[in-house]
């Protein structure tokens, strides 16, 4: 039997989910996720008021409708698939590991799950933040959410608390890691081998992020890039098989280009009657996935004249048994002289002999 101290905590860091798609449960959720100043960097004296006289009481309403579009029986698709995934790596790793879900923002969160583990007397815990690709905005807010959990950090205002911390590890970005590009390969090949017909352009899509984080440092572009150029390979297209963009951009600021929307509505101008779309940097379903790549993308297609029967939307890797090998994999490279062994014999010590002996 394992005793807790030996076991290693797992914790896959999402973004988050409201708990529910009402407007009153997308708010809080929003307030959150719209205050983190890893994700909009303004001052807060500039950017809160903004939020709070206006934007949240506005969006939360249009974001809500949103939700409903995509909402499953059991919840919402990111926590029931995150879920999933968390199963399912739990039965691969084993009694030596324990995994939990903690989100960035909503429920379950990330302090939830550092104090399970700790409640549990586990004293390693490794973070795998569902983000291949690292940008400051995503892998680096997991990173600050375990520091305040593990720490035990309120606010700004008030000190470290705690007297004993739990040792982390963090899985670093594996946007080129073999085992993941091998499982969007045999994922994407799946799904294709189900079509009636071949696309005629694979539509790259990777959430965006302003155009000013990468110029002032964030790898997250040249990542997606990579990313972007190995599944190309491993699936053998052509340069002119596909095209890589950007979705979900926000505000005034210029975000990174090519923009996912204006390059759905132009596809049929271009000739292009089937095409196929896919975000290899989710590996989880979400509104931005489902909604924004799903219903509103098929209506981008169809606006510039494409037939919306036509428009072909990939999931994300969710639960593909390949995609948890390789979650399985990354965890047990990142837990090298974690994991328990067998009981050694007592070490006997011998005399320290004399000086001249």
Known sequence: MIVSSQRTGVVLGQTGTPDAPTPQAVRPYLKQFLSDLRVIDYSPFLWQPLLRGIILNVRPRRSARLY??????????????????????????????????????GNPSIAAAIATLEAEGIERIIVVPMFPQFSSTTT????????????????????????????????????????????????????????????????????????????TGDPYRRQCEQTAALLAQA????????????QSRFGPEKWLEPYTDVTLEHLAAEGIQ????????????????????????????????GDPAAYHLVPCLNDHPGWLDALAQLVRQNAAGWEP????????????PAMGD
């Open 235 to 246: 699936m053998g297209w052509q340069p002119d098989d596909w095209r890589l963009c950007f």
């Open 274 to 305: 089937r095409p196929l779309v896919f975000s290899p940097g989710f590996v989880t379903d979400c509104l931005e996935t489902l909604d924004e790549l799903g219903n509103e993308g098929r209506d981008q297609f169809a606006e510039g004249g």
């Open 68 to 105: 409903r579009r995509i909402w499953l029986p059991e919840g919402s698709p990111l926590l029931v698939y995150s879920l999933a995934q968390a199963a399912g790596l739990q039965q691969r790793l084993g009694d030596a590991f324990r995994v939990v879900l903690g989100m960035r923002y």
């Open 341 to 352: 062994v067998a009981a050694a014999a007592p070490v006997s010590l011998r005399p320290v």
């Open 140 to 215: 680096g807010s997991i990173y600050d959410g375990v520091y305040q959990a593990a720490a035990g950090r309120r606010c700004p205002l008030f000190h470290t608390r705690k007297r004993s911390t739990a040792a982390l590890r963090f899985v670093p970005p594996y946007f080129d890691h073999p085992a993941y590009i091998q499982a969007l390969r045999d994922h994407l090949q799946a799904h294709l081998s189900r079509l009636a017909q071949p696309p005629d352009k694979i539509i790259i899509s990777f959430h965006g992020i302003p155009r000013r984080y990468v110029e």
